[in-house]
C-alpha cells in the first residue's frame, strides 16, 4: 500500500523565475523577462499595458532572479541531498532560440540544460522538463504577435525536434505547456498575447489556445517518434470550484467553472473538442480558424499522463454582491468560510486536492502527476540565518496525507510530486522575492539586494525524511 516504490518525489522551477542570466549565453529576450514588479506588473501580464522592452521606472526581478544560471551545480547537488528522485525545470526558448525563429539553435543554449541534465542523472535524479513555462521570445511577439499566429505552431515544432533529439535518453518526462489555462486569465505572461484597441479579446485567446494545443499534439507526436520511451504530459492550473451554496445556479456555475479549465484537458487528452466548449464559443461568437488534419493530429497524440498545480480550492456563486469582491484576481474566487487563507490570501485546503485529484482521474482515467503545491508566505531568519518554517511544513503535510488518501483510498494512480519552489524563487504572480515557497531559502529581496547565499530551512530536513520514507513518515519532530 501506499505510494509506488518508484514514485517521483522532488521540487519545481521555471527557468524565468530562477535562472537570471537574461543577456548570457546568446540568450534572446522574453515576455517573462519584461514584466515588472509593481502596481503595473498585473496589467502588463493580463496585456493591457504594453511593456515589451525594459525601461528606467521599473524593476525587473526575472533579470538576474537567484542567479542559478551561474549556481545550477550547488542548487542540483542540494536537491540530491534531500533526496530528490526528480526535478521540474523548464528550458528558456530563448536560449535555444534567441528569437525563436531561427533554423539552427544555439549551442550555448543547448548545451546549458544538456550539462544539468548530466548533472541530475549523476545523482539519480530524472529530469522532468516543462517545454515552455509561460516564456515566448520577445522577437515573435512583436513580429508575429506571438500565439496569435499559426506560424508559432512550426516555431514551437522546431524547438521540440532539436531539443527531443538533443536530450534523447537524458529526459524521459516532458510538460508541453506550464499550465495551459494561464492563457485566459494571464495572457502576456503565459502566452505572449498583447491586446490592441478593438480587438475581440476572447477570439485572441481561444485561436491562439488552439495554436497551443495543436503545437502540444505535435510535441506529443515528435517525442513518440524520436523516442518511444519519452512521456508527454500536459499541465493545467486545477483547483476543483465549490459551489458556495447548494443553490442549483450556484453549483451551475461551479461546474461552468471546471469546465473552463478541463476544456484544454479535454482537447489534450481525450483528443476532441468537448460539446460544451464548441457551443460557447459559437455563442461568443468565435470562430476559430483550423486547418485541415488540425482535428486528427489532436485525435491521434493525446497526452500520456495529465500533470498540474494545486495550491487551492476555489469557490464560485451566482451573488452578485459576493461576485464584485473577486475582482483582480488571476484565478476568480470568492471567499471560502471554512477554511484558513496564506498571507497572500490563498486558502488552504488539503481534501480539496484529495478531491481535485479524484475529478481529474474520474475524468480522464491516467496516470497523474502533482508538479506544484505548495506555501508561498514570508520566512524571517533567525540570527544564524535559519528559517523555522513549521507552517511550510504543516502545509505540505497536509497535502501529502491528503494525495496519500487519493492513492490508498481513492485509487488514482498517482506517478508524482514536485513541490513548487523546492529553492526560493521570483513569485510569478507578483514577481516577490518575499513570496517563497522554498526549502532553501535565498538571500535576496524584493529590490534585488543580498548575497544570494543558499540556507537549507527546517523543511529542508522534513522533506528529505519524508522522501526517504517514501511518504510514511510526515511528523514534524
Ligand atoms: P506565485 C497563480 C498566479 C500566477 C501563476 O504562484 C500561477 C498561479 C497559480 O496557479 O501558477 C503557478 O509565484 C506557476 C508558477 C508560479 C506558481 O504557480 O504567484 O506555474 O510559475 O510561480 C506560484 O506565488
Known sequence: MGFRKDFLWGGATAANQCEGGYNEGGRGLANVDVVPIGPDRFPVITGEMKMFDFDDDHFYPAKEAIDMYHRWQEDIALFAEMGFKTYRLSIAWSRIFPNGDEKEPNEEGLKFYEDIFKECKKYGIEPLVTITHFDCPMHLIKE???????????????????IFNRYKGLVKYWLTFNEINMILHAPFMGAGLYFEEGDNKDQVKYQAAHHELVASAIATKIAHEVDPENKVGCMLAAGAYYPYSCKPEDVFASRNNDRENYFFIDVQSRGEYPAYALK?????????????GDLELLKENTVDFISFSYYSSRVSTTDPELLEQTAGNIFASVKNPYLKA??????IDPLGLRITLNDIYDRYQKPLFIVENGLGAVDTPDSDGYVIDDYRIEYLAAHIAAMKDAVELDGVDLLGYTTWGCIDLVSAGTGEMKKRYGFIYVDRDNEGNGTLARTKKKSFDWYKQVIATNGEDLSTE
Open 342 to 347: 496564506s498571507e497572500w490570501g490563498w486558502q
Open 280 to 292: 460557447d464559443l459559437e455563442r461568443k461568437g468565435i470562430e476559430l480558424k483550423m486547418e485541415k
Open 144 to 162: 508575429y504577435g506571438a500565439w496569435r499566429s499559426r506560424k508559432l505552431v512550426g516555431f514551437y515544432e522546431n524547438l521540440c525536434h532539436v
